[in-house]
């Protein structure tokens, strides 16, 4: 082996050395491991919401019809049923509410990032008509599909829909919990 190889392996060992060494001290000292849950930070009174946006199969949803026609909350909950999402009911609006838009979530504290994912599936923008209840327990959106309901975004349509919409919208009176 000649001079310069021997000095060439010496100083890649040694970068390679100094490389472990930075790296090892960067993970003993970060400051962000442990911090999960923003949840302590939230003011007095305020609701802590789950604003992590699952994958359809995670996401359950009862769907309702809020339109004068029939069959449109089967026709939803197929297609929503063929992209993964977990369909627990398929009826009339229990609250007898015609929605006049596509499409109205309504949801809780559990639910506010499965929501924001429903949305991109809808194509409708974070303003679109939304009923957040902060008492509400259970791990269900309910969609109640209005008169101008057609037809769920294609993949493409929906994974445009998901990053023009960035990250969920914070409901009044909540803070990010998870």
């Known amino acids: ?29 970060d400051k962000q491991a442990g911090s999960t849950s923003t949840a302590k930070s939230c003011p007095k009174g305020y609701v802590a919401v789950d604003t ?53 979530l309504r949801y809780g504290p559990k639910t506010v990032g499965a929501a924001h994912v429903l949305r991109a599936y809808f194509l409708v923008d974070a303003d679109a008509p939304a009923e957040f209840d902060p008492k509400r327990t259970d791990d269900v959106v309910d969609v109640v599909l209005g008169a101008q309901f057609k037809q769920l975004g ?23 919990g998870k």
């Open 1 to 29: 082996m000649t001079l310069s190889r021997v000095r060439a392996f010496a100083v890649v060992g040694t970068l390679l050395l100094v490389a472990v060494i930075v790296v090892t001290w960067a993970l003993m000292h």
């Open 52 to 104: 992590r946006q699952p994958p359809p199969a995670d996401i359950k949803v009862n769907v309702y019809n809020g339109t004068d026609e029939t069959g449109v909350a089967a026709k939803a909950a197929d297609g929503l049923a063929k992209e993964k999402f977990k369909v627990l009911k398929t009826d009339n609006d229990p609250k007898r509410k015609t929605v006049k838009g596509v499409v109205e």
């Open 154 to 176: 294609s993949p493409t349509e929906v994974k445009q829909k998901i990053s023009a919409l960035r990250e969920p919208q914070l409901p009044e009176g909540t803070c990010a």
